[in-house]
């Protein structure tokens, strides 16, 4: 089965300039998540959707950035405009959410690298 | 401020001893603890998890130990092998809430 795929892998960009990163979760999971991941902070949650709906966008550091879900399979996070200080690895990742008794493990992508100059 | 705390960012071990990777949490409310393996270039993959109904739950190699009263929880790995190098992220979270609150990571180190 395919998991969670993201897109692109690596990103280098300049400061000011509009990056978009794309993420396919895994069929079926009707719970999508968007971290960041950073030495400082380690794993920190930025927005998560159930049902393509925004649940809790506490995470988003500023306006600057943004995420949206138009359908089950896909969903993106905007940075506009970027700066020096986003860079990090972004992870999507996907789940079921709470199944039966328990909570259901999120699935991670691979990750977006993203660098900014 | 961090809910979940992993203070050690390394550790190293010799293959074929035992690992232990700890955890600590502020939130009472939390009931639902999970373990991830992080390799370099890929996303955490969930390794095993733990509900507050118990305090161990084993899956091979790895057990996991809760203790409520102290807020902690450990991650053993018995014995460790080269292949267990990576960076382990503890999780917590609340029955029906599904959002996970993770440490820093702890980079974990088998030496052969």
């Known amino acids: 089965d395919a998991g969670v795929i993201q897109s692109p892998r690596h990103e280098v960009t300049e400061m000011g300039q509009e990056v978009t990163l794309r993420c396919k979760p895994i069929s079926g999971h009707d719970y999508l998540f968007w971290y960041r991941q950073t030495m400082m902070r380690g794993l920190e949650l930025l927005i998560y959707?159930?049902?393509?709906?925004?649940?809790?966008d506490s995470g988003m550091p500023e306006d600057r950035f943004s995420a949206k879900m138009p359908n089950a399979s896909f969903s993106t996070l905007k940075i506009q405009p970027s700066e020096p200080r986003d860079s990090a690895v972004y992870f999507c990742?996907?789940?079921?959410?709470?199944?039966?008794?328990?909570?259901?493990?999120?699935?991670f992508g691979d990750g977006t690298r993203l660098s900014i100059l | 401020d961090q809910q979940v705390k992993q203070n050690s960012p390394s550790l190293s071990v010799q293959e074929g001893r035992i690992s232990i990777l700890n955890c600590d949490y502020t939130n009472s409310m939390f009931d639902y603890f999970l373990w991830y393996k992080k390799y370099p270039a890929e996303g955490p993959t969930f390794l095993i998890s733990?509900?507050?109904?118990?305090d161990k739950n084993e899956d091979g190699r790895f057990t996991v130990f809760l203790n409520k009263s102290a807020k902690h929880l450990s991650l053993h790995i018995v014995p460790s092998q080269p292949g267990d190098s990576a960076v382990y992220f503890c999780?917590?979270?609340?029955?029906?809430?599904?959002?996970?609150?993770f440490g820093s990571g702890t980079k974990l180190n088998v030496k052969p």
């Open positions: 990742a996907s789940s079921l959410g709470t199944t039966g008794s328990r909570n259901q493990p999120q699935h």
């Open positions: 959707f159930n049902n393509n709906v925004p649940i809790d």
């Open positions: 733990i509900s507050s109904i118990k």
């Open positions: 999780a917590a979270t609340r029955y029906n809430f599904n959002k996970f609150y």
